[in-house]
């Protein structure tokens, strides 16, 4: 039995463990839909990869750069599955994701015919469902951390509020060129 001079101890123990998953609640689905800035329709996306970041475009304009995160082998462009790159080229959004393991998720239209010819032609899968997403689902609240790593298996990572105005904003059949 719990003496009486430790439930006040528990007590404390149990409102800051509540007040800690409470922040990680409101980082993870509450915040991104609260901060979110209402963009134009985004037209085409630039990734610069060596600066990472993200820049969105309506009709030619500049809209608004992101800070992000990508493969866990960044430099080079995407030869095969599992290789941890993220690919470079001119891509186009395919599909807007429904139901992702990560905050929101759009697909970027990787592999081409080109990758996957050149995939073939090494005896390799080229891999695919290359996406721009938001955190992992319920730790929205690690994007601090996780920006400052390129941690992905070849996605494009963003904090949960610029993938909400990302998702809110663009189209399947935007144009995305990935620089290296």
């Known amino acids: 039995m719990i003496a009486l001079k430790e439930k006040p101890m528990l007590k404390k ?20 839909v609260i901060a979110y800035q209402k963009l134009e329709p985004i037209t085409h996306i630039v990734v610069e990869k060596q600066k ?13 750069t992101y800070p992000i995160s990508l493969g866990s082998s960044p430099i080079g462009h995407k030869t095969q599955e599992g290789d941890g790159k993220t690919p470079e080229g001119e891509y186009f ?11 929101k998720a759009i697909r970027v239209s990787y592999p081409n015919a080109e990758d996957k010819a050149q995939a073939i032609e090494k005896g390799v899968s080229p891999g695919g469902d290359i996406m721009i997403h938001g955190m992992p689902n319920r730790l929205g609240w690690r994007y601090p951390l996780l920006i400052k790593l390129d941690w992905t298996e070849g996605c494009i990572a963003v904090s949960n509020t610029a993938m909400e105005e990302i998702a809110l904003s663009v189209k399947v059949g935007a144009k995305i060129i990935i620089k290296p």
């Open 93 to 103: 959004i395919d599909w807007i994701h429904p139901n992702s393991s990560y905050y």
């Open 13 to 32: 123990l149990f409102i800051i463990i509540a007040v800690i998953i409470g922040i990680a609640i409101y980082f993870d689905r509450l915040h991104p």
């Open 52 to 64: 990472r970041q993200m820049s969105v475009y309506g009709d030619g304009k500049h809209l608004k």
